[in-house]
């Protein structure tokens, strides 16, 4: 998951480094209720998660793994890799979703 504020001044999505469950962890963790962005007082309540897209670095990961067992290898650990990242994906997808209930 990864949480973003829109700059105010070019509506581009501005990623912050803190990563955090609720906005009330990510303001204890940064000690305020607002954060500074761009020369701009943000509040916590305009952060936004979104999940993290991952499937495609899974699959090439259990491609790399499955080189050792060759062509066979290759596909089956592309389809493992693939089914982990989509796993993972989900997951993320939730994790995301708690947090801009949150």
């Known amino acids: 998951m990864r949480l973003f504020v829109i700059d105010p001044s070019t509506n581009e ?17 940064i000690g305020s209720y607002s954060l500074r962005v761009s020369g701009y007082n ?20 259990g491609g790399v793994v499955g080189v050792l067992g060759g062509v066979p290898g290759v596909i089956i650990g592309g389809i493992i890799g693939g089914l982990l990242g989509n796993s993972s994906k989900e997951e993320d997808a939730k ?3 708690v947090f801009n209930r949150s």
């Open 13 to 29: 999505k501005i990623y912050l480094k803190q990563v955090a469950p609720t906005r009330d962890e990510l303001a204890r963790s």
């Open 42 to 61: 943000i509040p916590i309540q305009k952060v936004i998660a979104e999940p993290s897209d991952n499937t495609a670095e899974s699959m090439a990961l």
């Open 95 to 97: 994790r995301a979703e």
